[in-house]
């Protein structure tokens, strides 16, 4: 188990206490800026980045974005929904939900797969540059960031003055 840890950059313990951070907070009821939330589908960013540095058979790569892309839409329609029961109320520059858990899930699901994903191409390239493993990793990721997609959908589409109780 040490060896799994042993060569981990500095940089990653700062980036999981702020992503932990960030998730506690979204447990509390709040108001966030529309720019912020609208912004969030750029979080997909991180995993189209690591899928894209994995290493599948050359013959297989249409098989793992094809993966990806039913995956981001699956994250996308899964966020869409879940968003819907968070929402309390928008104003024109802010939106007010609900505490929530997912957030941090998902922030953790992504540094996960990011984390395992460089520590075992250190440790077990052959593993990494499997097919399974290769799929497997594209679907959670996109997932993940798609859910991010569909959460600023709800909320775009959510009316302007509209409150819920």
Known sequence: ???????????????????????VMSMRRRSARLMVVYALPLMAIMPLRSVSSLSPPADMWAVIWAIFALGYLLGALAGYWMQGRWIEGKSVTHIHLRGEAVTLGVL?????????????????????????????FALVAAVAGGSFLGRAARIWRFPVGAQRA
């Open 108 to 136: 953790m699901v992504i540094f996960a797969l990011n984390f395992v994903h460089g520590s075992m191409t250190a440790l077990s390239p052959e593993v990494v540059a499997t097919l399974g493993f290769s799929g497997l």
């Open 1 to 23: 188990m040490a060896m799994f840890f042993a060569n981990v950059p500095v940089w990653v313990w700062p980036l999981l206490l702020l992503l932990i951070a960030i998730g």
